[in-house]
């Protein structure tokens, strides 16, 4: 009796676990050179649909682009994340952030697999920070985002990805430095 009260434990908590989105974070610095392009945009509007197999929903947010920090400087891009409505059903993946339109980002993407025009935010959910106003006035970032755990490297403990906050600025200049 004990085995399985052991067992049924042991599944109920890896079933948890599976439903968690684990990342191996990553440094300003990591995120800047797995990138192919850094923006500073805001989001204008949001759509979800089906992937041609009918097994994925996808959302895809449209930025305006307001400041270019690498790569080419297009006005507008399309980020593809996992998740969102279609047709009645709903597809939730855990930690990641899909943005209303008028939210500020400072996002890391490359361009996806899929090669359809769209791009996607490095390391999953890391390489998405928005951007808020503290009570100063002063412009911050923040990719921390409850639903997700961390790995950490080397000793594969897991935790709470709580992500990374800081000054706008301060992001800036990491970006920077990154580059040289």
Request: glycine content about 10%; proline content about 2%; overall charge positive.
């Amino acid at each position: 009796m004990k085995s399985r009260v052991g067992l049924g434990i042991t599944l109920f908590l890896l079933t948890c676990a599976a439903m968690a989105t684990t990342v191996i974070p990553m440094s300003v610095e990591e995120l800047t050179r797995a990138a192919s392009r850094i923006v500073e945009a805001r989001a204008v509007s949001s759509r979800s649909a089906w992937n041609e197999q009918h097994s994925l929903i996808y959302t895809y947010t449209t930025y305006q682009v307001t400041r270019g920090l690498k790569g080419t400087a297009a006005q507008t891009i399309t980020v593809k994340q996992l998740g969102g409505s279609a047709g009645g059903y709903t597809q939730k993946v855990s930690g990641v952030h899909h943005a209303q339109a008028g939210e500020e980002a400072l996002l890391f993407v490359r361009p996806s697999e899929a090669a359809d025009g769209t791009d996607v935010v490095v390391g999953l959910i890391q390489g998405n920070f928005r951007v808020y106003h503290a009570s100063d006035g002063q412009a911050m970032v923040t990719n921390g985002i409850s639903g997700a755990q961390a790995v950490e490297r080397g000793s594969g403990r897991v935790t709470e990805y709580t992500g990374a906050a800081m000054p706008l600025n301060q992001a800036e200049a990491r970006i920077r430095r990154a580059m040289q």
